[in-house]
Nanobody, 118 residues
Framework: QVQLVESGGGLVQPGGSLRLTCAAS????????WSWYRQAPGKERELVARISPVGGNTGYADSVKGRFTISRDNSKNTVYLRMNRLKPEDTAVYYC???????????WGQGTQVTVSS
């Protein structure tokens, strides 16, 4: 069973930056596209960024385009999400999972809380 561990969240002021990290135990990590999702209180989980298996292609939700950057290091089974110019509406728990348009694994990590507030 794959294990997903997200980290790097925290409290940041509007306009600030954070870098999230997702470490996956999946031995075939490099064969999957990987994605970052987020879930705000009272809202459904949404996909915010995705990256192809070798990193050549990326995709972003309109709400984060130009502010967030997804990257990966296949040698470390790790996916990153660099978040710049954060807004209060970015406040959510952030999760990672394999897959380009829908999650591959049924089990999710604990997520990492991002709170953007002054």
């Amino acid at each position: 069973q794959v294990q997903l561990v997200e980290s790097g969240g925290g409290l940041v002021q509007p306009g600030g930056s954070l870098r999230l990290t997702c470490a996956a135990s999946e031995f075939s990590f490099s064969t999957y596209a990987w994605s970052w999702y987020r879930q705000a209180p009272g809202k459904e989980r949404e996909l915010v960024a995705r990256i192809s298996p070798v990193g050549g292609n990326t995709g972003y939700a309109d709400s984060v385009k130009g502010r967030f950057t997804i990257s990966r290091d296949n040698s470390k089974n790790t996916v990153y999400l660099r978040m710049n110019r954060l807004k209060p509406e970015d406040t959510a728990v952030y999760y990672c999972n394999a897959g380009w348009s829908s999650p591959v694994f049924d089990n999710w990590g604990q997520g990492t809380q991002v709170t953007v507030s002054s």
